[in-house]
């Protein structure tokens, strides 16, 4: 998704919604800023963006929360997951119990669950997109050096980082 802050007097008075795709994660960081600036609202399973040319709204398909890196189960929720009696925690347990000795599939999160603090939301409505081409693939240029950049800073650049790179770019496709 593609915001742009309008303002009067150096204060937010709304967005204009440039570009809305089918599946968008919100992070913690978006909400938090949204409500407080007044433009995104949270209610009975829906995220609203109140759009400069109308409200923008996501079904919420997933929470915050544990997930399995195996099956996608839910494992627990957001919170870091401490050990219980038996010295695994939820998500441990379950990648266990169900999936035995196989690997984890996700070399970044051994354990086989991975904690997202996103919320995963599904267009209701029409998909938006005011920018030019020209704009669009600068815009995503921009996102995928950011992220390569992140990736970096976190993991170092090695050759396994040409793979994340790849996965990084492929999921910043996606919108
Ligand atoms: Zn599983």
Redesign the pocket.
């Known amino acids: 998704m593609i915001l742009k802050r309008l303002y009067t007097d150096r204060r937010v008075i709304g967005v204009r919604v440039l570009r809305a795709k089918r599946l968008q994660h919100f992070s913690p960081g978006l909400i938090d800023g949204g409500l407080a600036e007044g433009w995104l609202s949270i209610g009975q399973g829906v995220i609203t963006i109140a759009g400069e040319a109308g409200p923008v709204a996501y079904r919420i398909v997933r929470a915050p929360g544990a997930y399995?890196?195996?099956?996608?189960?839910p494992?627990g929720g957001p919170e870091r997951q401490s050990p219980g009696n038996d010295g695994l925690t939820e998500g441990q347990r379950?990648?266990r119990d169900?999936?035995g000795d196989t690997p984890s599939p996700d070399p970044l999160n051994p354990a086989?669950?991975r904690i997202e603090a996103h919320f995963t939301g599904v267009l209701i409505g029409d998909e938006v997109e005011t920018l030019t081409r020209e704009e669009a693939a600068k815009f995503d240029q921009q996102v995928r050096e950011t992220l390569a950049a992140k990736l970096r800073a976190k993991y170092g650049d090695t050759r396994d980082n040409a793979e994340r790179r790849r996965a990084a770019k492929a999921a910043a496709g996606e919108g």
Do not use: E
């Not at 399995?68 to 189960?73: G, R, T, V």
């Open positions: 399995c890196c195996h099956c996608d189960a494992v379950h990648a169900t999936h086989g669950y």
